[in-house]
């Protein structure tokens, strides 16, 4: 049977927010006894922090054909892919989604950096990411899945598949805002890595 990803998301995704709704109040004041999830962090790609330049030369030439698009329901713009489309899919959630096979999406979530959001993003994307696949959480090391480039900082990812299913939530800061990206992917379309090229495009209007 083909499972409507975006509605199985969307659910779990709602559900995760009522339960952080209750802690953000306390979120800023870490438990003694917890621990923070382990993260995979870039900085703005360049040779002392492992992101050779070219890296970042060979994601930004791919975008060269790509079109300038204005998110209708909140504060960005982001370079869009031919075969890609970029809708609204409620107030402060957008998805951008391949024409080909809809199923192979991304939600795309921006907010005000503030300093102190970032945190409850990174642990509720890991959530997110576990929830959608009911499998074990890998950090995300491949350059090709983690959104690098100028302006790009604090990059972690992480991911969880099955065999219908590649899920990766990712979490990064550009300038005044603060990005979160949920990636659902299948094998059969391998988009991960169109994805992360697009959403490293995204920047404040």
Known sequence: MKLNW???????????FLTACGTDKDSSTPDEGSTAPDQVVTDQGSEENGTP???DAQ?????DNAESVTSDEQNYTMQVLSGFTLTAEEPGRDVLYSDKNSEAFMRIETKPNDGESYDDWVANSQELVKASTEEDVQ????????PSGEGIE?????????DEVSTTGVVFVKGDLLVRLTIFDTPGDDLGADFIKMGQTIQAK
């Open 6 to 16: 975006k509605l199985v998301s969307t659910g779990i995704a709602a559900a995760l």
């Open 53 to 55: 330049a070219s890296e």
């Open 59 to 63: 994601k930004d030439n791919a975008l």
């Open 139 to 146: 950090n995300v090391t491949d350059a090709n899945l983690l």
């Open 154 to 162: 604090n990059a972690v990812a992480f991911n969880s598949k099955t």
